[in-house]
Structures are given as structure tokens and as C-alpha cells.
């Protein structure tokens, strides 16, 4: 490589601060120094990295290296309609090879259109794009039936960067691909290296993930008291501490089932491409982005916040990562019990 053209044309677009160029693709690395709005970039290619969903031109977890070796993340970078960076470390001809995205608009009136980590309402929520907002989508996924002012369906859009919105609100031109099948659980390959232990000592989870029932829920549930500490379940780093919620809810309420998202989350990191995710907590987890963990080190406390009726924790486990997507959740039940830490 390296006779790979870079990509120039696109600029910074952070009308209210300077963008940080980092070390790393996730916000907690170094900041090596600071590019005003209107800067002019010169992009070699793309990684992916932590999901940025607060930037004004797209929710990504795609960052972009620049030149001299710096990173930003694309969600503040505005570039023509259709450019296509390559990855990082993969051949020019591969990248042209991918199917192109279908060009779109979020049609849903007055009530932004909210992106999301799944095919349903109860998967997290990543940004509500009011009403006109471009889209760009790689293919469609079956999931929760919709019906949005351009149609009535059970297609999600699946979003260059990896989040889904109801295909019920999208005006669209053309007719985006079906998304390939997420590889099944069994083919994963589990790469957990340490120490495994419970995240809720003393609760069992009930067996829950990817019921015929309720085929878009990606972890298990542990049914606990409001309060109980909720334990890393191995060493790693957060990633991510969040409140996910439907707009016009608090995560430091208690929620509902006719809530959507995940309320009070912590993301971690783990050794071997593995992540775990815990939701519903009481308050905001007593960890931050960026800060390493230990197995069984307290990270939050037990609540019902967001998409919940009853206090519980809800445990996500992911293989492959980053980024934790829906078609890389595995079963938490016999990988925990594999890992010499059985919660159910
Ligand atoms: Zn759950």
C-alpha cells in the first residue's frame, strides 16, 4: 500500500468548538491538537472505533486517520455525498467492491426519527435525526413492524455506521439490499481470556436471549433489588457510560415498559474482542470512560431505568468488538457458565 490516494475535499464541521485530532479512534485517547471548524482534511482511511453519536453530519463509529497519522471522528467531518474511504489497511480495489448505499431522508414530521441499536423500539438509542435529515443505508434487516407516515413495514434501515431506524419514516429512492444474516452464536468465536465472575452475585439470570418471543433481545435478565451492586463481570476498560432513553424520560427515574431504551448503561471492554454491557441501572455508573476495571470492581447500582418494569439488570455479552452491534451479541447464559461464572 501506501500508493493509496488520500481522500481530500472533506472539512471539519464544529461550528461551536475545535475538533480534537487523537491518538487513538475513541474519545478518551491523547488530543495531539485541535482543528477549527472549516479545516481542510486530508483522510488516508478509516477504522472503526468508539460510536460517536453527539457529532452534527452523521451518527459513526468510523474514524478517520489523517495524513499525520491522527484520527477524528468522522461524525464531525463533512465530505461530498458518495466519497468512500477505504478501511485502513485494506487494498483500494475491496473497498470499491462494496455494494453502494442507498441515498434517503428521515420523513417523520415533527417528531425526530430516533436511531437505534437494533430492529425494534426496546433496542438502545443512539440520536433522534429531525425531519429531512440525509441518510445513507448499506441494507435492511427484518425486525418490529412500523407504521410511519411513508408506510407500513417490519424493515429497519440499517445506517452507515451500524445504527438501524424504522424504514416507516425513510423516503427513499431506491430499494436497499437485505442485511447478511448475523453470523449464529454458535460459529462466534470466544476469545474471553482472565478472570470471569457474576455480575450480580447471589442473582440468577432467567434464560431470555433471543426468545421466539422476543427475538430482538441480545442479553439476559437478572432480577435483583434496587441498590445491589453490580459487579465488572472481568478486568477490561469502560468504554462507555450513557444514558439511554426515550426523549422526554430521565434515566433517574424509575422506567417502564412503554419506555424505550436502555437507562443508565456501562460498556466495558474486556481482552479477546469481548464486551459486556449493563443496563437499567439506579443512577449513573460509579465508573468513567477510559478507566481500567477489575473483574468484580462495583460499577453501578441495580435500578429500572429506561425499557424496564421491575428492578433488574440486563447483561449483554458481545464477541468481536468493537463495535457492539446486534449481530454480535452471544448468549451471556452458557458463555458465563464456560468462564467458570454461571448466573443462571
Ligand atoms: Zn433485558
Redesign the pocket.
Known sequence: MGAQAATTGATVASPKRPLNARAGAAVWTTSLRTLPDGTALSIDCQVTGQLIDQGPVRVTDKWDRLSDGSYVSDAWVRRAQGVQIPACGQATTQAAATTPATPGAVASGAIPLKTRGGPARSTIQYASLPNGTPLSIDCQARGEAITGTMRTTDLWDRLAGGAYVSDAYVNRAGTPPLCAAPAPPAAAPDTATGKWVSPLPGFSARP?FRTPTNPN?A???IMSFVGTPIRAASAGTVLEVVCNIEAGHSCDQTGSASVGGCGWYVKIQHAGGISTLY?HMVRRGTVQPGQHVEAGQVIGYVGSSGNSSAP?L?FEVHVNTPPTAPGNAIDPLPFMRAHGAPIG
Do not use: E, M, N, R
Open positions: 431470555g433481545h442479553g439476559v435478565d443496563c433488574h440486563h
